[in-house]
Antibody, heavy 121, light 107 residues
Framework: QVQVVQSGAEVRKPGASVKVSCKAS????????IHWVRQAPGQGLEWMGV????????SYAQKFQGRVTMTWDTSTSTVYMDLSSLRSDDTAVYYC??????????????WGQGTLVAVSS | ETVLTQSPPTLSLSPGDRATLSCRAS??????LAWYQQKPGQAPRLLIY???NRATGIPARFSGSGSGTDFTLTISSLEPEDFAVYYC?????????FGQGTTLEIK
């Protein structure tokens, strides 16, 4: 079945960076975009960006441009989200989610389990 | 950047009631709007896409309507499992954004 499985929880100090992985299975990896969404404790959902594993193109929310990098590894069907210059308000659960549309952008229908990133000195 | 505003922030209803949730966009998003449901400790679940299409496996009591800047999610008769937080999301060009959410709570 289609699924995306994320890496485990991380703790970082302010100013550090974190890299979260999202491993896809059950479908043709290169055919579907992967999005990243985060949710701070008790807060709403925040879209961070999207990557096309089939061609490498990316789009990042303006808020994260310059701090986020999304990459992929076709050999392991894994997408990565790297966030740098971490601050305490980056503490959140980070989700990856597969797009609904093959080779295009649609909506987010297969979600990972979430990865808690805690930023604390 | 398109800003989505959801109302009300909290909706208190009873099982069997009809729920009407609103989402307003700061500029037209045509029909590029989706609704998600999120329960505590869980990832969001896609309910409605392209404003009015139910996602796979979503019960018929959920329906979406609207276009341009004003959208509505309707739950015709609330079941106990429907009490959750609901988010709208828009997409335009290569960017997406979410509304702040509406909490549907048991009255």
């Amino acid at each position: 079945q289609v699924q995306v499985v994320q890496s485990g929880a991380e703790v970082r100090k302010p100013g550090a960076s974190v890299k979260v992985s999202c491993k896809a299975s059950g479908y043709s990896f290169s055919d579907y975009y992967i999005h990243w969404v985060r949710q701070a404790p008790g807060q709403g959902l925040e879209w961070m960006g999207v990557i096309n594993p089939g061609g490498g193109s990316t789009s990042y929310a303006q808020k994260f441009q310059g701090r986020v990098t999304m990459t992929w590894d076709t050999s392991t069907s894994t997408v990565y989200m790297d966030l740098s210059s971490l601050r305490s308000d980056d503490t959140a659960v980070y989700y990856c989610a597969r797009d609904t549309q093959r080779r295009s952008m649609g909506w987010l229908d297969t979600w990972g389990q979430g990865t808690l990133v805690a930023v604390s000195s | 950047e398109t800003v989505l505003t959801q109302s009300p922030p909290t909706l208190s209803l009873s099982p069997g009631d009809r729920a009407t949730l609103s989402c307003r966009a700061s500029q037209s998003v045509r029909s590029y709007l989706a609704w998600y449901q999120q329960k505590p400790g869980q990832a969001p679940r896609l309910l409605i896409y392209d404003a009015s299409n139910r996602a796979t496996g979503i019960p018929a009591r959920f329906s979406g309507s609207g276009s341009g800047t004003d959208f509505t999610l309707t739950i015709s008769s609330l079941e106990p499992e429907d009490f959750a937080v609901y988010y709208c999301q828009q997409r335009s060009d290569w960017t997406y954004s979410f509304g702040q959410g509406t909490t549907l709570e048991i009255k």
